[in-house]
């Protein structure tokens, strides 16, 4: 497998990189399909290096995709994690994607890359940024992307759409999205959470809308699970993953799917050792994934005690 890092941007005159992962290009007739992937990491930690997210990525690479690893600005502090810090490392985060997403669109001819089907797969902050980009393509608010582009699907393992606004009302329907969320993550919320100046618009509330939109989708539900489907997928689903991107993006397929998944003893966080062992290796700052642990709770959103 190719692995080349590459600068798709500069901010603040720091080098953005990404990985690319893909088989060689001499041998394609067709052009590839291309996946950018984004780490977790709570906007404050995580990179697009470690083991488990190399796995992910020659996963897909092996399957036939140019797969993108990507790194983002980290910005969010934990003495200043408040709501416009927040949408602040949610901001950044997107223009981010935006700006990557915008270099696979320049070197598509070169490389041989489909730019008519780019997928986004994010964990945790990554997969928030997956989405708030993809709602703010679908309101018309990326001027940096080509006229009419959008990404062919998304995949948001424990993720929302954050924003400024009380409620999300979509210009434009969105991309095939499979959403996989714990409806326990202690971490991002599952179904609405909101306070003045801020909404966060989980899986279960993307899912109803959805519903109601009749918008196609996947909604895998993991009862009694906590953040850990931010991680455990990469390792434990890539089936469930692979079955949404040949159906709904590949073919296509028109679906709308809810799988409610149950164990007798729903994965935790704390055993992450034990679910995700990949995770905890080869990243490329020990403290990377100490802080990532230990500083989960930066942006720690619990459900109200009552339903929304």
């Not at 190399?54 to 910005?75: M, P, Q, W």
């Not at 007798?264 to 704390?270: A, F, I, N, S």
């Amino acid at each position: 497998m190719n692995i080349e890092t590459i600068c798709y941007t500069t901010r603040n005159k720091k080098k953005l990189l990404m990985d690319g992962y893909m088989d060689s290009l001499t041998r394609r007739k067709d052009p590839m399909p291309v996946l950018l992937y984004l780490h977790g990491g709570a906007f404050n930690s995580g990179s697009r290096v470690n083991k488990l997210q190399t796995f992910y990525c020659n996963h897909f690479a092996e399957k036939g995709f140019a797969v993108f690893s990507i790194d983002y600005r980290l910005t969010l502090k934990r003495a200043c994690a408040n709501t416009q810090n927040i949408l602040k490392a949610v901001e950044y985060g997107v223009e981010d994607l935006a700006d990557a997403t915008a270099y696979i669109c320049d070197i598509a001819e070169k490389w041989g890359l489909d730019r008519n089907k780019i997928l986004v797969s994010g964990s945790g902050a990554g997969a928030i940024i997956a989405l708030t980009a993809e709602y703010q393509i679908c309101r018309g608010r990326i001027t940096t992307l080509p006229s009419g582009f959008n990404f062919a699907g998304i995949i948001a393992n424990a993720g929302a759409v954050i924003t400024d606004t009380n409620e999300l009302e979509w210009d434009e329907p969105p991309c095939p999205i499979l959403l996989m969320h714990g409806n326990s993550d202690q971490f991002i919320a599952f179904n609405k959470f909101f306070v003045p100046g801020m909404l966060w618009a989980g899986s279960n509330y993307l899912h109803n809308q959805f519903q109601q939109q009749n918008i196609p989708h996947w909604f895998y539900e993991e009862k009694g699970a906590d953040h850990i489907v931010a991680i455990k997928p990469l390792q434990r689903q890539i089936n469930e993953m692979e079955t949404f991107v040949e159906k709904f993006v590949m073919m296509g397929q028109r679906s709308f799917v809810h799988t409610v998944w149950e164990d007798e003893q729903p994965d935790q966080m704390k055993d992450i050792t034990n679910i995700a062992p990949l995770y905890l290796e080869g990243w490329e700052k020990r403290e990377d994934i100490d802080s990532l642990i230990k500083e989960l709770s930066l942006i720690h959103i619990s459900e109200p005690t009552r339903p929304y």
